[in-house]
């Protein structure tokens, strides 16, 4: 009987231990289930790309790492582009312009791009953006924030299937057919002519998540979320005031609301892309937000004043002059992108800055001098920490580097013959790297 007991009560705990597994699994199915994509197809285009009424001769060639994987042919994207009313040499130009976006993100999924070359208003050069945006479930992705489609492709690895609009076209270029463009693509417009490589090179950036089509305003109340779910874009997470506050905050700004409008409209804007400061030498960059609303260009490009003409960040100004060429995404504009979503083609920004790579510390062993050179160039503020191989902190200095170039020379003579450990930290970041050298 007690026997009897024992095994019933096996039994029930076995029992027990099914249902709990079952009501597990079920959690976990349910789970799954409860993910339903909302998705948005877009009507507005994200930019409209207007002329400046300006005309200098200005290039902004690729960097030489980007021009080295262009070269080498061996790109991180795949790109189709669908083209609708191109000559041969238009064709050739927009191919190029993808080529470059190709070096410089990475997906495991082709992203698709219908391309028109088309008469548009007067004035107007170019409109892109995506064909839609969707919210996502994959593990990087932040929850019910609305992403663009080649980007929610790209943080599920998979493409958006069924699409809830049909078709596998990510991205909507129109370029106008009314102006004078130069189709090489050398980045050396003869005067009078605009870049065609460069315009593409821009639209196809917003196409890729630069900017959103949904901010708005009437005048008196302003908008920047999808109204009809009540969503933001994954670029509004990183989009702030003078003040530091967040325009997704709603203790400050309700959506829609007057204050809103006074912060699309108030020119103090920015955007707080870790990265994208990090790559702007630890400053915020400054986002396009004039005192009138401009439907295709305010919220969506950066400041114009702040980010000259010529500045390697130029390429997303709100307008663009003829003979200006801009053949290089920029660095703080590939920071927005990494801190979206996206994966920088030949490795994150994050980590190159400073790592055994990044770091060429010369000559070991050393005497009178210690020369530091970083990869990532710029003048941000380092500290670097000298230790001796038990430990004791010898020397300390802080520095700003020279487009990358650190030099150490105060103390270094008086110090013993002996190996040391070197710590560069950047200030901003607080990245740092440790590398072995000699005194001699
Ligand atoms: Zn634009």
Redesign the pocket.
Known sequence: MKKNTLTMKNFIRAIACLVFVLAGMNTFAQEEIEFVRKSKILTTPT?T?YAADFHVHNSVFQNPELRNKMLANNACSTFIVNYSGFTPEAEAAFQYAVDIWANSIESSQPITISASFQPLAPGVLGQAGPVSVHTSNAPDAVPNVFYPKALAEKLEDAQINPDPFGGSVDITVTLSSNFNFYFGTDAMPPGGQFDFVSIVL??VA?GLGF?TSFRNTNGITGSIREPNNNIPTVYDLFIENGAGQSLLDTNFFADPSTALHVQLTGGDLFNNSPLSINQNGGVIPEVYAPPTFQG??SY??WDSSTIPVGNINSL?R?SVGSGIAIHDPGPITLGVFEDMGWSICGGSLSIEELNAESVEIGPNPFMFAISIKLKVGGNDDYTIDLFDVDGRLVLNDTVTADDGLIIISSDLYSLESAMYFIRITNKFSGNSVTKKIIKG
Do not use: N
Request: glycine content about 16%; proline content about 8%.
């Open positions: 930019c790309l821009h639209e917003h900017g295709g260009s969506a490009h997303m709100p």
